[in-house]
């Protein structure tokens, strides 16, 4: 176990509310990675993104700081305008 998870345990034990926030946390940094990774692949900006979507410039930027989660919608729309296909698994 790396450090920084004994430490993330340690806080749960210490506040199990701090559970359900590390999950929600780590479910933003999955998003962001995947988008910021799918984004570089296909060469474009951020800017490219949200104008391709049709959203407010600063979507994706809060998206891929981990801000806030996509909505369906706004994933089904990235894999629209990217020409992928979007897949969601449970693991």
Known sequence: MSLISKLIQEDIN???ELEILYKEQGEKLEFAIAIVNLRKDIGWS????????KV????IETIENGDVLPTMSLLRSIADVTGKELRISFV
């Open 14 to 16: 210490n506040d199990s």
């Open 46 to 53: 951020q800017v490219e993104l949200d104008q391709k979507l």
């Open 56 to 59: 407010p410039q600063t979507t």
